[in-house]
């Protein structure tokens, strides 16, 4: 199994920690669907207090995922750039996980779903457009029918866990910035870093981002 996971381009060894760094935040985000499933389910039957506990235990794994950047911050830019010379056209833009991650917190834009973000990943963008319901979506349909209690508990939750998505995303920008330089040009056909610049502050819930 440790062989079929490890399918390197090059043979300089930051690499190596590139792609398990990588695996591991994909892993994060396969966690993190499922609890986010479990917390649009839990609100929706009525159970609002365990849905913002479970809200909660994913923000603390988010949390936990932090030491990684650090880790990945010790590739020397160099070395990805050697590798990256092989992989033309692959970028975590089309993380699945990711985007349906993104989308079961809250729908995105219009114009987000059809660009580049969301056209990278044709079968989350058909659930979006098939109805798909978020947690953003789920609240509202439901805060005013629970407890003023349990509503904030729920909105506290997502304060939470919408502060530790944005940490993510400026962690992942400082090293992405840091790595390519600012001049460098995009991975996976975006201009530059611009891409990544522009999107990395948009709410997580309720703003439609
Ligand atoms: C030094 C390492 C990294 C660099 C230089 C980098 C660079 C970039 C760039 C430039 C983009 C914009 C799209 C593109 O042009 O390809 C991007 C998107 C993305 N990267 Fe990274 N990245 C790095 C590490 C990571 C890691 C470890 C993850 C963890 C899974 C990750 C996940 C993502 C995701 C999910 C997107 C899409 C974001 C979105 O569409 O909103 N990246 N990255």
Same mark, same amino acid.
């Given at each position: 199994?440790?062989?079929?996971?490890?399918?390197?381009?090059? *043979?300089?060894?930051?690499?190596?920690?590139?792609?398990?760094?990588?695996?591991?935040?994909?892993?994060?985000?396969?966690?993190?669907?499922?609890?986010?499933?479990?917390?649009?389910?839990?609100?929706?039957?009525?159970?609002?207090?365990?849905?913002?506990?479970?809200?909660?235990?994913?923000?603390?794994?988010?949390?936990?995922?932090?030491?990684?950047?650090?880790?990945?911050? *010790?590739?020397?830019?160099?070395?990805?750039?050697?590798?990256?010379?092989?992989?033309?056209?692959?970028?975590?833009?089309?993380?699945?996980?990711?985007?349906?991650?993104?989308?079961?917190?809250?729908?995105?834009?219009?114009?987000?779903?059809?660009?580049?973000?969301?056209?990278?990943?044709?079968?989350?963008?058909?659930?979006?457009?098939?109805?798909?319901?978020?947690?953003?979506?789920?609240?509202?349909?439901?805060?005013?029918?629970?407890?003023?209690?349990?509503?904030?508990?729920?909105?506290?939750?997502?304060?939470?866990?919408?502060?530790?998505?944005?940490?993510?995303?400026?962690?992942?920008?400082?090293?992405?910035?840091?790595?390519?330089?600012?001049?460098?040009?995009?991975?996976?056909?975006?201009?530059?870093?611009?891409?990544?610049?522009?999107?990395?502050?948009?709410?997580?819930?309720?703003?439609?981002?």
């Amino acid at each position: 199994m440790l062989r079929l996971t490890m399918l390197p381009v090059d *043979t300089v060894h930051d690499e190596y920690l590139f792609l398990r760094v990588l695996q591991i935040f994909e892993l994060l985000f396969s966690l993190l669907v499922v609890d986010l499933e479990e917390v649009i389910a839990s609100l929706t039957t009525g159970r609002a207090r365990i849905a913002a506990a479970r809200l909660d235990a994913a923000t603390g794994t988010l949390h936990e995922s932090r030491a990684l950047w650090p880790l990945l911050a *010790t590739m020397q830019p160099e070395a990805f750039a050697l590798f990256r010379q092989h992989t033309e056209g692959a970028s975590a833009i089309q993380s699945r996980t990711y985007k349906l991650l993104e989308s079961l917190c809250a729908r995105p834009a219009d114009a987000r779903l059809n660009s580049l973000a969301y056209t990278s990943v044709p079968e989350i963008r058909a659930r979006v457009r098939d109805g798909q319901v978020s947690l953003d979506e789920a609240f509202r349909a439901v805060q005013h029918s629970i407890s003023a209690g349990s509503a904030g508990r729920v909105r506290q939750a997502m304060d939470r866990f919408a502060d530790a998505n944005l940490r993510w995303r400026r962690s992942h920008l400082g090293l992405a910035t840091r790595t390519l330089g600012p001049e460098a040009a995009g991975t996976g056909n975006t201009s530059r870093l611009t891409y990544l610049a522009a999107i990395h502050h948009r709410p997580v819930f309720g703003g439609g981002g």
